[in-house]
């Protein structure tokens, strides 16, 4: 490995120059990072350093043509406008060639975290260099922006390894679990010391009540701030109803409540008997607003209804804590409504094979009420969050997540790498981004 680590050592350091000269500082300490990742002989990680090289090479073949098409414009000597970009451009091509000679075929898991650690890093990059603003967590604790570089290094390496354990059906519950409470706790931790100590941890310094139905609520009552309420449906678009089993800041506590019960691991009988409230609290959550703002409530007042109304998830966490269900989220929540109807128009769908016995042992895994009995199997009802922790429990291997529509003939293997690494990369990008 010393000849491929020697050479993407060069290739990564002249970017860091680059970026040195243009004051990103970000940018240097991630090429640095990854210059001293070349020498790796984990295959996901010397796969991830070789696509970042690709990446790198397609920059410079860019800066390459800039350069160029400023030499045409202006004049002046041809070779001092592009020697340097031409030859990073051949050291990156060595390089990655160099590389790939010794490359073998990944399992599925390594693949899926060498897939999310190199996704994780281009997107945070692209953030914090386009988005004209502090938005990456690092900057937001550590006020230099070489910090951001090193976080996306970080969060990067987390996403990878939530993703290899998610894809084991034996470790992914828990996996699952633990990743979504680190996302819940950095949300809220950031949004408690920035209301007492630390006002550079909010977003915009506004106060807001962090209950998922705000988002839709807010927008109805002030005809305005629709950005959380897009970015909910771009996410259901894109990743499902997994929405409310892996993104959710406020849904994680109801789980961690059914997780602690004592009936834990009990069937709770689920489909379409199991009482659901949610369309009573979808028309509320739209309607009271719309009403508050026609006879021009102030903003204090609807605040402190707003407020009263979050106040009585705690109970339903007890419930939740009683029973071994999602309380909260399956019963009452509107948003877990709308991410199962807006879920449809996305790919991925829970699937049953013919092997099902009906013996209802994926049943004892499901808290949000999603499995139900008929016609001698089990059924997935439209509750399912998509959550994958039903998979291990059943002893005919007969549920596994699947893709419908023009996707429907993908194997499941390849749907579940597949959705693994989509909720990793989101899970990765909401880390370092969310906050109130
Ligand atoms: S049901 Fe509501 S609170 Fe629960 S995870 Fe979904 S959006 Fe969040
Ligand atoms: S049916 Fe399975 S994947 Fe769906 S919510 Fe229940 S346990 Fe999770």
């Not at 009271?288 to 339903?316: E, H, K, M, N, R």
């Amino acid at each position: 490995m010393t000849g491929p680590g020697l050479i993407s050592l060069f290739c990564f350091l002249i970017t860091a120059a680059y970026f040195l000269r243009g004051g990103m500082c970000a940018g240097v300490v991630l090429c640095m990072g990854l210059a001293f990742f070349s020498f790796s002989r984990r295959g996901w990680l010397r796969r991830s350093v070789t696509f970042l090289l690709q990446v790198s090479l397609l920059f410079w073949g860019a800066e390459a043509w800039r350069l160029a098409r400023l030499w045409m414009m202006e004049g002046g000597p041809f070779l001092f406008w592009t020697s340097i970009p031409a030859a990073a451009l051949l050291l990156h091509a060595a390089a990655i060639l160099w590389r790939r000679r010794g490359e073998k075929n990944l399992p599925v898991p390594e693949l899926a975290r060498s897939r999310v650690f190199s996704v994780s890093v281009l997107l945070l990059f692209l953030l914090d260099a386009l988005v004209p603003f502090r938005l990456l967590m690092g900057e937001r604790i550590l006020p230099w922006q070489g910090a951001n570089g090193l976080a996306i290094l970080l969060l990067a390496w987390w996403g990878g390894y939530c993703a290899e354990g998610l894809l084991n059906p034996q470790t992914s519950p828990r996996r699952r679990q633990v990743m979504w409470t680190v996302f819940a706790s950095a949300f809220f931790l950031q949004f408690l010391l920035g209301v007492t100590v630390a006002p550079s941890l909010l977003m915009t310094g506004k106060l807001h009540i962090p209950v998922p139905f705000m988002m839709i609520s807010g927008p109805v009552y002030r005809e305005e701030g629709f950005f959380m309420l897009a970015l909910f449906s771009v996410s259901v678009l894109m990743a499902g109803s997994s929405w409310c089993s892996h993104l959710c800041y406020f849904g994680v506590w109801d789980c961690l409540a059914a997780a602690s019960s004592r009936r834990k691991g009990h069937p709770v009988p689920g489909g379409k008997k199991a009482c659901d409230w949610r369309w009573f609290s979808l028309a509320a959550a739209v309607g009271i607003p719309l009403l508050l703002s026609v006879w021009g409530v102030p903003l204090g007042y609807a605040l402190a209804a707003a407020f009263a109304v979050a106040l009585t998830a705690p109970f339903a966490w007890k419930r939740s804590s009683e029973n071994g269900v999602r309380e909260y989220c399956s019963r009452f929540c509107p948003m877990g409504l709308a991410a199962s109807l807006l879920g449809r128009l996305s790919p991925w769908r829970m699937r049953v094979r013919e092997t099902c016995t009906g013996c209802m042992r994926c049943a004892s895994a499901c808290r949000d009420l999603a499995i139900s009995r008929g016609g001698g199997a089990c059924r997935i009802s439209r509750r399912c969050t998509l959550c994958r922790d039903c998979i291990s429990r059943c002893p005919h291997g007969a549920l596994s997540l699947g893709m419908a529509g023009p996707f429907s003939s993908v194997p499941s293997v390849r749907a579940d790498m597949y959705f693994v690494t989509l909720v990793s990369v989101m899970h990765v990008v909401f880390l370092a981004t969310a906050r109130i």
